[in-house]
Nanobody, 131 residues
Framework: QVQLVESGGGLVQAGGSLRLSCAAS????????MGWFRQAPGKEREFVSA????????FYADSVKGRFTISRDNAKNTVDLHMNSLKPEDTAAYYC????????????????????????WGQGTQVTVSS
């Protein structure tokens, strides 16, 4: 059974930084792309970033490009999201997710921004950015 556990959320002032981490277990972590999504109150869940199975492909929503960096460590079964220059509009619950399909069955911006392509989700970690 796939388990994903996020950590690292918290309260930070605008302009600050946070690092979110997702620890995965119960599956062949190194075979699957991983993603981060977020959901603010009253809004739909939205794509933030994804990284392919090898770590060689990284993808970002336009709203976070240049500020957030995704990385993974396949030896430790972790995927991180480094968030810099945080803005109040980044406030949301952040979710780690595992892509449904292994390897490069589908990849890139054609597939990763769509939550229905991710089959396993963590419980979420709250990020609050104060102005």
């Amino acid at each position: 059974q796939v388990q994903l556990v996020e950590s690292g959320g918290g309260l930070v002032q605008a302009g600050g930084s946070l690092r979110l981490s997702c620890a995965a277990s119960g599956h062949a972590f190194g075979s699957y792309a991983m993603g981060w999504f977020r959901q603010a109150p009253g809004k739909e869940r939205e794509f933030v970033s994804a990284i392919n199975w090898s770590g060689g492909g990284k993808f970002y929503a336009d709203s976070v490009k240049g500020r957030f960096t995704i990385s993974r460590d396949n030896a430790k079964n972790t995927v991180d999201l480094h968030m810099n220059s945080l803005k109040p509009e980044d406030t949301a619950a952040y979710y780690c997710a595992r892509f449904k399909y292994p390897w490069d069955a589908c990849s890139g911006y054609d597939c990763y921004p769509y939550s229905q392509n991710f089959g396993s989700w963590g419980q979420g970690t709250q990020v609050t950015v104060s102005s």
